[in-house]
């Protein structure tokens, strides 16, 4: 069973930076499509963008293109948010996720991260 640990979240102000990262456990983190979820206060749970296996492909939700990168790093089984010219309306729970049914869906997520943007 993988485990996922989201770190790195905390306060910033607009503008500002933050890199989240997601610790996996077990050997076989490589093989898995990972996602990062965000959901802000009273909201649903949301897409925030996703990478490959090897980390050659992604996908951002539109809010958050041009601002957010996605990486991985197989060597450390971890994954990475960065997070740039961040604005209050990304204020949310971040999470990431694993499709370790490889069938397209997420079925392992982490606990979250607070992630709070001042204006």
């Known amino acids: 069973q993988v485990h996922l640990v989201e770190s790195g979240g905390g306060f910033v102000q607009a503008g500002g930076s933050l890199r989240l990262s997601c610790a996996a456990s077990?050997?076989?983190?490589?093989?898995?499509?990972m996602g990062w979820f965000r959901q802000a206060p009273g909201k649903e749970r949301v897409f925030v963008g996703s990478i490959s296996t090897r980390g050659t492909g992604t996908s951002y939700a539109d809010s958050v293109k041009g601002r957010f990168t996605i990486s991985r790093d197989n060597a450390k089984n971890t994954g990475y948010l960065q997070m740039n010219s961040l604005k209050p309306e990304d204020t949310a729970v971040y999470y990431c996720a694993a499709d370790t049914s490889l069938d397209g869906r997420y079925d392992v997520w982490g606990q979250g991260t607070q992630v709070t943007v001042s204006s």
């Open positions: 077990g050997r076989t983190f490589s093989r898995y499509r």
